[in-house]
């Protein structure tokens, strides 16, 4: 039965309808109608829709257009700020003028993103900032601090998102001071909640979301049940993103920010009534010895290393590490109560010293069960975290309590018509489903290579296998070229294997490593130097988009299967095992193929897009499994032979316009 919600959509799409008259480029796609149309039903009749839609189907505004029509509160909540912003300042404004709609829009970050006027005086106050080059960029700050309206520090062109001095003029729920701070009519994250409780539609991100649920923190708690439409776009990051928040976690790195605010907020407002330096010490000199004990024998590390829970929680070195960051803390509390009325600062502090105690107690004692514990050391921190498997629970107690559209949506859900890989994750094994594929003729455009008699994976001599033809495609088509990794030791050995093949032969094709500078500066180098490969690990498999003919080659050095020594991944296949099922078929070779269609998902970005992509495993071809994992990407044409697949890069290298 029709609508007058799905009726004003329909005409939205149609050919002379106010998306065209608006955008002289624009065309009409049957599937971002059928889309529209799934979207709009389950706005009109208040239930669940999980949405799969293949590149190029134009989801966003397959999921915008209904919402803005309907008229109805709602929140769209995003994988990243980055889409985030693209969305509130590009995308929804754009949809509001076509439609001639009033809707008032608002922008909701996390506190993390926001400038906090208290803490960035008190950092230039405190004068324990790093080196100069934190010195320039606190100076910089000051001085946009002046002109800023809205305090999102993602409008201050050139701030690196790692540097040092972010945490130190952003807030926390930990050290906000909230109604007691001196600039609390000015500040900026009150600022955007009340902006988000007058709003029609809320831009949010998931990690904002979830972390809402665990603390009720950011605002979305107050208007989550006012809202009638709930979007999640690139909902297949929602799982892990709610893992992240709906657990527990003692970090060093905030252990160590405690002791910097303590002996801050102490020698500004109480100096000489406490032994700051000397409590502030052995709070930081604590943190930092847990986080050898959770390291052990690990040196030199260049990224993430995830230790079970029961590789340190029976050490007695990590053990009393863990101990001792308790006692650093309960001795912090009490000097903090020697002086608590005399500034604003120090009951935030206490809050802080009795949360950091309460969680060594917890980790201390055993896991909580049906919840599984693991550690994350990087060269700089330890994390001991404490998570659900999954947030099947967390989300339905969210959807029950009250009735509303929740719409789902990415390009890579599962790959099957149930989309099982998402929806049992995420508890909606009662949602409607919808895949609808995407409009690009990948036949004509797009070829599949799997090498025939290339080194397994686990072969010493795979990574130069994957450098060597690698640096062959890439000469054939003039750079234009991604390698993608399963992990960064690969990364690291295979771009170092492709710059010494280039430097060999005297080819002028230069390699860009992920990890070398910020991902936004390696994007903006190999779209500025044709003739360059970007080598790049997870954060590149999605969330990249390179149209047109600057990217035509795509390798993936190995099926990405989850780690199985992960312990998440052991709970996991743990519990699929006690339920009678196999963890091989439901869940490593499910998450497979998802990765694997987000990760080819980067090469054909337009109707017009042509290219490669290689799949430098064996396994892909040979194996059971491999059909499925064949099936689940787009379908490409597959070439055989080396000889086939380069000369289809030297077509398109000889038609690709000059740069």
Same mark, same amino acid.
């Given at each position: 039965m029709s609508s007058p919600l799905r009726e004003a959509v329909a005409q939205a799409f149609a050919a002379g309808g106010p998306l065209s008259e608006a955008d002289e480029r624009y065309t009409e796609r049957e599937v971002q109608q059928r889309m529209a149309d799934e979207v709009s039903l389950a706005i009109d009749e208040q239930r669940a829709l999980v949405a799969e839609a293949g590149t190029g189907v134009g989801k966003t505004f397959a999921y915008l257009v209904p919402t803005l029509l309907s008229?109805?509160?709602?929140?769209?909540? &995003?994988? !990243?700020?980055? +889409?985030? =912003?693209? @969305?509130?300042?590009?995308?929804?404004?754009?949809?509001? %003028?076509?439609?001639?709609?009033? !809707?008032?829009? $608002?922008?909701?970050?996390?506190?993390?993103?926001?400038?906090c006027l208290h803490r960035m005086r008190q950092a230039r106050e405190s004068a324990q900032l790093p080196d100069r080059f934190a010195v320039r960029t606190l100076a910089k700050v000051e001085m946009w601090s002046q002109s800023t309206k809205t305090g999102d520090l993602a409008e201050l062109e050139g701030l690196?998102?790692?540097?040092?001095?972010?945490?130190?003029? !952003?807030?926390?729920?930990?050290?906000? @001071?909230?109604?007691?701070?001196?600039?609390?009519?000015?500040?900026?994250?009150?600022?955007?909640?009340? %902006?988000?409780?007058?709003?029609?539609?809320?831009?949010? #991100?998931?990690?904002?979301?979830?972390? =809402?649920?665990?603390?009720?923190?950011?605002?979305?708690? %107050?208007?989550?049940?006012?809202?009638?439409?709930?979007?999640?776009?690139?909902?297949?990051?929602l799982s892990e993103a709610g893992v992240q928040f709906l657990g527990s976690t003692l970090g060093t790195a905030q252990v160590i920010d405690f002791a910097r605010d303590l002996?801050?907020?102490?020698?500004? *407002?109480?100096?000489?009534?406490?032994?700051?330096?000397?409590?502030?010490?052995?709070?930081? *000199?604590?943190?930092?010895? +847990?986080?050898?004990?959770?390291?052990?024998?690990?040196?030199?590390?260049?990224?993430?290393?995830? +230790?079970?829970?029961?590789?340190?929680? &029976? #050490?007695a070195d990590f053990l009393a590490a863990l101990n001792a960051v308790g006692e650093a803390c309960t001795a912090a509390r009490h000097g903090i109560d020697r002086v608590a009325e005399t500034a604003a600062d120090f009951p935030k502090l206490a809050e802080r010293a009795t949360h950091f105690l309460h969680q060594c107690e917890m980790f201390a004692a055993p896991a909580t069960p049906g919840r599984v514990r693991w550690i994350d050391v990087t060269p700089h921190q330890a994390r001991l975290v404490e998570s659900p498997l999954d947030v099947r629970?967390?989300?339905? %107690?969210?959807?029950?309590?009250?009735?509303?559209?929740?719409?789902? &949506?990415?390009?890579?859900?599962? =790959?099957?018509d149930r989309l099982s890989w998402f929806t049992e994750s995420a508890g909606l094994e009662d949602a409607d489903t919808l895949r609808v594929g995407s409009p690009f003729d990948y036949p004509a455009h797009a070829r599949l290579y799997i090498p025939a008699g290339f080194p397994k994976p686990s072969d010493s001599g795979h990574q130069a296998a994957v450098a060597t033809l690698a640096a062959?495609?890439?000469? $054939?088509?003039?750079?234009?070229?991604?390698? @993608?990794? !399963? &992990?960064?030791?690969?990364? #690291?050995?295979?771009?170092?294997?492709?710059?010494?093949?280039?430097?060999?032969?005297?080819?002028?094709?230069?390699?860009? @490593?992920?990890?070398?500078?910020?991902?936004?500066?390696?994007?903006?180098?190999?779209?500025?130097?044709p003739r360059s490969v970007l080598v790049g690990s997870q954060s590149f498999w999605e969330g990249i988009d390179v149209p047109g003919e600057a990217l035509q080659c795509v390798l993936i050095d190995k099926l990405p299967f989850p780690p199985p020594n992960d312990p998440l991944v052991e709970a996991r296949v743990k519990r699929l095992e006690s339920e009678g099922r196999n963890p091989f078929s439901d869940y490593f070779v499910a998450e497979a193929a998802v990765s694997l269609k987000q990760g080819a998902g980067r090469l054909i970005r337009s109707e017009t897009d042509r290219g490669l992509l290689v799949v430098c495993d064996p396994r892909m071809a040979g194996m059971n499994y491999g059909r499925r994992l064949r099936e689940a990407l787009p379908p490409m044409t597959r070439v055989m032979t080396e000889a086939e697949a380069l000369a289809w890069l030297s077509t398109l290298s000889a038609e690709a316009l000059p740069f």
């Open positions: 008229g109805k509160r709602a929140l769209v909540s &995003t994988a !990243t700020k980055s +889409l985030q =912003d693209q @969305l509130f300042l590009r995308d929804l404004p754009r949809l509001c %003028e076509s439609l001639k709609l009033p !809707t008032q829009l $608002a922008l909701l970050k996390g506190r993390g993103s926001y400038l690196d998102e790692r540097s040092s001095v972010i945490p130190l003029v !952003t807030s926390s729920r930990e050290n906000c @001071l909230g109604s007691e701070c001196a600039d609390y009519r000015q500040c900026h994250v009150m600022k955007a909640r009340r %902006e988000a409780m007058a709003a029609d539609v809320v831009v949010v #991100n998931h990690h904002l979301f979830f972390a =809402d649920m665990a603390l009720r923190d950011s605002g979305v708690a %107050e208007l989550l049940p006012s809202v009638e439409v709930a979007v999640f776009d690139e909902a297949h990051q002996l801050a907020a102490g020698l500004q *407002h109480a100096r000489g009534l406490v032994p700051w330096q000397e409590l502030a010490g052995a709070c930081d *000199h604590a943190a930092r010895d +847990l986080r050898l004990a959770a390291a052990g024998h690990l040196r030199d590390l260049r990224g993430t290393v995830k +230790l079970r829970w029961d590789e340190r929680s &029976t #050490n629970e967390a989300l339905r %107690e969210q959807m029950g309590m009250s009735d509303k559209a929740w719409i789902f &949506t990415s390009a890579t859900l599962g =790959d099957d062959r495609c890439a000469r $054939a088509l003039g750079g234009r070229t991604f390698v @993608l990794t !399963t &992990t960064l030791r690969a990364l #690291n050995a295979i771009g170092e294997r492709l710059r010494d093949a280039f430097e060999a032969e005297g080819d002028p094709i230069q390699v860009l @490593l992920q990890g070398t500078a910020p991902k936004r500066q390696l994007l903006q180098q190999f779209l500025s130097q």
